[in-house]
């Protein structure tokens, strides 16, 4: 499968979640081809004091490459990577930049600021889609995905509500869908040519 457009581009999957969106992560995962010819980056709340269960429980269900994104790390297709713990992350569209970040108080917003970026470095490439979470990080984003010409999901069946309630209630999601209704409507996007547009 190929979803590049006529310079290399790519579609950027974001699965951003929190309690509860380990099942959801390898529900979708699991379901995608090694080929896609998109990348998918998994903002995960991780704990600080295990941050390697994710990876190894990841690489159990994928064969695309699982990585923990590094300072400068380039985006390539057919990739799962991690957003690190306790770690702000960001893209220029072409690399990722990291920054430490303090423990917040209350819940962090990790998700939100990656989305952000994306939106604004990717534009009508980025793929948002909000899984089972407490609070609502990631919603602040999701005007920004649209308004650029990415696509919005969130998870109509997850473990803890608060965050696909959340962006459901901003009206600014395209599909609310289970877990594994999202990972088919992925694997139909792989198949769709990239909308036309220079970001």
Known sequence: MKTSGPDGEFRVVCLG?????????????????????????????????????????LNEVTQMPVVEVKEGMRLEPNRV???PPRMDLTTTGNEFHLRTTAAPPGWPKTINLFLFSLAEAIGRR????????????????????????GLTFAQSDATCQSMPREAVETGHIDYLLTATEIAKALSVLA?????????
Do not use: C
């Open 17 to 57: 979640g929190s309690e509860g969106g380990l099942q959801a992560y390898m529900d979708i995962l699991r379901s995608m081809p090694a080929d896609t010819g998109m990348a998918f980056v998994v903002a995960a709340h991780r704990a600080p004091e295990n941050p390697q269960w994710l990876p190894l429980l």
């Open 81 to 83: 990577y991690l957003m």
């Open 191 to 199: 198949h769709k040519p990239l909308p036309a547009g220079k970001s």
């Open 126 to 149: 980025a793929v948002a889609v909000i899984l089972s979470g407490l609070d609502g990080d990631g919603s602040a984003a999701l005007k920004n995905i649209k308004a650029a010409g």
